[in-house]
């Protein structure tokens, strides 16, 4: 049957979305055409494992703050594939900066900076998947 191949995909698609997920999940839904496939947990011991905890990254010195992520998503360091990186290692910044970008879900979501600084050292790489407030550029008081 065409739905049991659907429903096969669609349990793939929770089991790793479930894995990827930083916190517990309560409820996941996934639907495609006319199957779905809604999964609930109740209490605590029926809780899917909590994912495995990576190695926390290295803290940043005290005296630099740093550009956190938004959102989950692809960091982008460029307006486009070619162009010149919004900012680079010894630029100032102003607060409202555009710094870089997160694409999510065909999304360009800015990131902008909170405060004014120099571009100490950009951390994530062009075009690399970056997590929720993954620290992206770190910035020296200027």
């Given at each position: 049957m065409?739905d049991?191949a659907?429903l096969?995909?669609l349990r793939?698609h929770?089991r790793?979305?479930?894995?990827e997920?930083a916190?517990?999940?309560?409820?996941?839904r996934?639907?495609s055409g006319?199957?779905?496939l809604?999964v609930?947990?109740?209490?605590t011991?029926?809780?899917?494992?909590a994912?495995?905890?990576e190695?926390a990254?290295?803290?940043?010195?005290t005296?630099r703050?740093?550009?956190?992520?938004p959102i989950?998503g692809?960091?982008?360091r460029?307006?486009?594939?070619?162009?010149?990186?919004?900012?680079?290692?010894?630029?100032?910044?102003r607060?409202?900066?555009v710094v870089g970008?997160?694409?999510?879900m065909?999304?360009m979501?800015?990131?902008t900076?909170?405060?004014?600084?120099?571009?100490?050292?950009v951390?994530?790489?062009?075009?690399?998947?970056v997590e929720?407030d993954?620290?992206l550029?770190a910035?020296?008081p200027?």
């Amino acid at each position: 049957m065409p739905d049991d191949a659907v429903l096969a995909g669609l349990r793939r698609h929770a089991r790793a979305l479930v894995a990827e997920l930083a916190g517990p999940v309560r409820r996941v839904r996934l639907s495609s055409g006319q199957t779905a496939l809604e999964v609930e947990w109740h209490g605590t011991a029926e809780q899917p494992p909590a994912p495995r905890a990576e190695p926390a990254p290295p803290r940043e010195e005290t005296d630099r703050a740093v550009v956190r992520s938004p959102i989950v998503g692809t960091f982008y360091r460029a307006p486009e594939p070619g162009a010149a990186p919004f900012v680079a290692v010894g630029d100032l910044v102003r607060p409202g900066q555009v710094v870089g970008i997160v694409e999510a879900m065909k999304l360009m979501n800015e990131v902008t900076a909170d405060r004014a600084g120099r571009v100490a050292a950009v951390l994530a790489d062009d075009a690399a998947p970056v997590e929720y407030d993954q620290p992206l550029v770190a910035l020296e008081p200027a």
